[in-house]
């Protein structure tokens, strides 16, 4: 083990300096009130849950989560996702009536990161979830309030893929008889390894009805003529996928940006119907995903529907073209016989929109390079008179 220096950080964990942190604000600000004026409102769960609940019911591997034991030797978990922490406040306190519920949340969450991946172990989440509505009308809301979000902050060149995870785990399940190689084949899917794909069907010799499946999907074969080629899909579950594609087909301005994928597998095993990934040109990750996950709430003893997504804030950033508007900046430079009124000055500017500094000068050991920050300087000072 390295000795660790002074300024080095945990594995995964970044400061997030003044430019950055203002951007981010932006974002969040204008995000919020889009959700709020579609009628959700916003809630915060704690950073810390029990790791025998939200821990083990967050769907995420072990290895993935920072574990702690506090002082009554119980283990903790720091929240790894949202949708699971929120599942749990809404079936102990708030759908005792079980009425639609609309939350959303602007929050960090903590995964474990292995030293050679090179991604942040914390980082902020904006979503939304709806609860006790089991329609494909509250599918259409998460699909909907996904593309209008993105686009309300000003991102034009997105794209989200729909599938069902209902469809692909039948699939799965009906077209591969060894159990073994179907966990193989779902982590292919959820990491877009389509190569291993190919490899395992060619060496897999009980692969052919999946991997014609999986070929037709991957040329755009359309949804209904993989039920009429492939029978054994038409369950239930393809009639929920294909009344999701209706309204998709029934929505004009935001139709470009989705695209049926019926291989979509999420990372979250909790999904039960149609799940979504979003993606953006200028990106090399998801910018987010969501879904329906009706069974979760089962999971604190509540039968109801429940769909929603989530958007990583610090990929948005890498992306958008986000103008922050900047106040005037002024500095007023004061001495113990000046602070009376530096104070004062100081103070008709802020009301004028003014971000001001009041700063005693023989403090300072660079002005020039102090003054740099500053769009204005005023010296109160007795040698500046």
Same mark, same amino acid.
Do not use: C
């Given at each position: ?21 203002a951007q981010q604000h932006t974002i969040r600000a204008e995000a919020m009130d889009y959700m709020r004026k579609h009628g959700y409102e916003f809630i915060q769960t704690p950073s810390l849950e029990y790791f025998e609940t939200i821990g083990k019911i967050s ?46 949340y602007s929050s960090t969450v903590f995964r474990a990161q292995q030293r050679e991946g090179g991604r942040p172990a914390e980082f902020e989440q904006l979503g939304l979830e709806l609860l006790g509505d089991t329609s494909a009308l509250a599918d259409s809301e ?5 593309? *209008? ?16 995870? *209902? ?52 040329? *755009? ?86 769909? *929603? ?26 001495d113990q016989n000046s602070t009376r009124e530096a104070n004062q000055q100081a103070t008709a500017l802020r009301t004028q929109g003014n971000y001001v500094t009041v700063q005693f000068k023989e403090s300072v050991l660079d002005t020039k390079a102090f003054e ?14």
């Amino acid at each position: 083990m390295s000795t660790i220096q002074p300024f080095e950080k945990p594995l995964g964990m970044r400061d997030t300096l003044p430019r950055l942190y203002a951007q981010q604000h932006t974002i969040r600000a204008e995000a919020m009130d889009y959700m709020r004026k579609h009628g959700y409102e916003f809630i915060q769960t704690p950073s810390l849950e029990y790791f025998e609940t939200i821990g083990k019911i967050s769907s995420l591997d072990e290895a993935a989560l920072f574990k702690l034991v506090d002082n009554q030797g119980e283990m903790l978990v720091l929240r790894p996702d949202l949708t699971t922490p929120i599942a749990r406040i809404a079936a102990a306190k708030l759908l005792k009536e079980k009425n639609p519920l609309r939350l959303a949340y602007s929050s960090t969450v903590f995964r474990a990161q292995q030293r050679e991946g090179g991604r942040p172990a914390e980082f902020e989440q904006l979503g939304l979830e709806l609860l006790g509505d089991t329609s494909a009308l509250a599918d259409s809301e998460m699909l909907q309030m996904a593309a *209008g979000l993105l686009k309300s902050l000003g991102l034009q060149n997105f794209t989200i893929t729909v599938g069902h995870a *209902g469809l692909i785990n039948h699939a799965i399940d009906q077209m591969i008889p060894d159990v073994k190689e179907r966990d193989r084949v779902r982590h292919f899917l959820v990491d877009k390894n389509f190569v291993g794909i190919d490899r395992w069907a060619a060496t897999y010799p009980d692969s052919k009805e999946f991997f014609a499946f999986f070929q037709q999907s991957i040329r *755009g074969m359309t949804l209904k003529e993989l039920l009429e080629q492939f029978p054994v899909l038409q369950t239930e579950a393809a009639e929920q996928f294909l009344a999701v594609s209706n309204w998709i087909d029934d929505l004009p301005e935001l139709k470009e940006h989705f695209q049926l994928d019926p291989l979509v597998v999420s990372h979250m095993h909790y999904y039960t119907g149609m799940v979504f990934e979003v993606y953006a040109e200028g990106s090399g990750f998801a910018l987010g995903n969501g879904g329906r996950y009706d069974d979760l709430l089962e999971q604190f003893g509540m039968k109801v529907g429940a769909t *929603g997504f989530s958007i990583r804030l610090d990929y948005l950033l890498e992306i958008l073209p986000i103008a922050v508007e900047a106040p005037t900046r002024t500095l007023v430079y004061t001495d113990q016989n000046s602070t009376r009124e530096a104070n004062q000055q100081a103070t008709a500017l802020r009301t004028q929109g003014n971000y001001v500094t009041v700063q005693f000068k023989e403090s300072v050991l660079d002005t020039k390079a102090f003054e740099q920050n500053f769009d204005d300087v005023i010296d109160l000072t007795k040698e500046a008179r």
